[in-house]
């Protein structure tokens, strides 16, 4: 497998996408409602998604791909070589805000993650890594990630998870809170993850993420010394859709024993 030439290839497809996405914002933007008034697609989810399964069908047939609005392939098991995409993630921002909003993906071998990516649209940030080659930022390394204290530390959370919720003790995740230096919420799993694993935050956390929002986010993870798991320190099942931490590794195991593990 030339991974060398799939790293080209993924990086030259994500801007093309990200120049159609940025296009898109000159023209009416269809907004469709998904399960909620918050769960929100629009016709460029769609579009982007469509041009990444065409383009990986046409550059590799062999590959699979698994994006959220379902235009890829139907994924059970991740043998072969699989493409796991959200077309964007943060698609509230993307309507709301024309900012905050990110392309992210991730390349799998029979299950390892080989390849990740987040590219931040609207500022054209590319972060990239290759498994065991490091990771990226516009080109640039990216240092590995250096201990944190609490005190220190900045964390971001989703608002709705620090509400009372079957998941996690509220009472602890307040203590949390109190402990570290602030809070930050963004509005984008794929944009807290990149923001972890530049250090720009220390941890990120939420109740239900699904494989496309972190699949690109955990190779990069790795190469940083990141760690990133379940509630309970497992590995994040990416044919599952759970709880997701990541964390600067000097965080991980105290925040979930003493803060998240109910
Ligand atoms: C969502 C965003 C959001 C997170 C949601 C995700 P989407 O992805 O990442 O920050 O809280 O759980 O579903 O739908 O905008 O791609
Ligand atoms: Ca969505
Ligand atoms: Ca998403
Ligand atoms: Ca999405």
Same mark, same amino acid.
């Given at each position: 497998?030339?991974?060398?030439?799939?790293? $080209?290839?993924?990086?030259?497809?994500?801007?093309?996408?990200?120049?159609?996405?940025?296009?898109?914002?000159?023209? %009416?933007?269809?907004?469709?409602?998904?399960?909620?008034?918050?769960?929100?697609?629009? *016709?460029?989810?769609?579009?982007?998604? $469509?041009?990444? @399964?065409?383009? @990986?069908?046409?550059?590799?047939? +062999?590959?699979?791909?698994?994006?959220?609005?379902?235009?890829?392939?139907?994924?059970?098991?991740?043998?072969?070589?699989?493409?796991?995409?959200?077309?964007?993630?943060?698609?509230?921002?993307?309507? *709301? $805000?024309?900012? *905050?909003?990110?392309?992210?993906?991730? @390349?799998?071998?029979?299950?390892?993650?080989?390849?990740?990516?987040?590219? $931040?649209?609207?500022?054209?940030?590319?972060?990239?890594?290759?498994?065991?080659?490091?990771?990226?930022?516009?080109?640039?390394?990216?240092?590995?990630?250096?201990?944190?204290?609490?005190?220190?530390?900045?964390?971001?959370?989703?608002?709705?998870?620090?509400?009372?919720?079957?998941?996690?003790?509220?009472?602890?995740? %307040?203590?949390?809170?109190?402990?570290?230096?602030?809070?930050?919420? =963004?509005?984008?799993?794929?944009?807290?993850?990149?923001?972890?694993?530049?250090?720009?935050?220390?941890?990120?956390?939420?109740?239900?993420?699904?494989?496309?929002?972190?699949?690109?986010?955990?190779?990069?993870?790795? +190469?940083?010394?990141?760690?990133?798991?379940?509630?309970?320190?497992?590995?994040?099942?990416?044919?599952?859709?759970?709880?997701?931490?990541?964390? *600067?590794?000097?965080? =991980?195991?105290?925040?979930?024993?003493?803060?998240?593990?109910?």
């Amino acid at each position: 497998m030339d991974v060398h030439a799939i790293d $080209q290839f993924a990086q030259k497809t994500i801007r093309e996408a990200g120049e159609r996405i940025k296009h898109s914002l000159n023209e %009416t933007i269809k907004v469709m409602e998904k399960s909620s008034s918050s769960d929100l697609v629009t *016709n460029m989810d769609m579009e982007i998604e $469509q041009f990444f @399964v065409k383009e @990986v069908n046409e550059a590799y047939p +062999e590959h699979r791909i698994l994006g959220e609005e379902g235009f890829g392939d139907s994924i059970q098991h991740l043998n072969g070589v699989v493409w796991i995409v959200d077309p964007i993630d943060g698609t509230t921002n993307f309507i *709301n $805000q024309h900012r *905050n909003f990110c392309i992210t993906l991730g @390349v799998y071998v029979d299950g390892m993650g080989m390849l990740g990516y987040i590219y $931040q649209v609207m500022t054209g940030e590319m972060i990239a890594a290759v498994q065991g080659q490091g990771a990226t930022i516009n080109g640039q390394p990216i240092p590995k990630l250096p201990p944190v204290r609490f005190e220190d530390a900045l964390i971001g959370v989703n608002a709705s998870w620090v509400a009372p919720n079957r998941h996690i003790d509220h009472e602890r995740v %307040t203590k949390l809170i109190q402990r570290v230096r602030g809070t930050r919420s =963004y509005g984008s799993a794929a944009l807290e993850i990149s923001y972890v694993v530049t250090g720009r935050l220390d941890a990120y956390f939420s109740m239900r993420l699904s494989a496309w929002d972190v699949a690109g986010g955990m190779v990069i993870a790795q +190469e940083v010394g990141a760690i990133c798991g379940t509630l309970h320190g497992k590995p994040f099942d990416l044919m599952k859709k759970q709880p997701f931490i990541i964390a *600067n590794a000097s965080l =991980y195991k105290e925040l979930i024993e003493d803060y998240l593990v109910k």
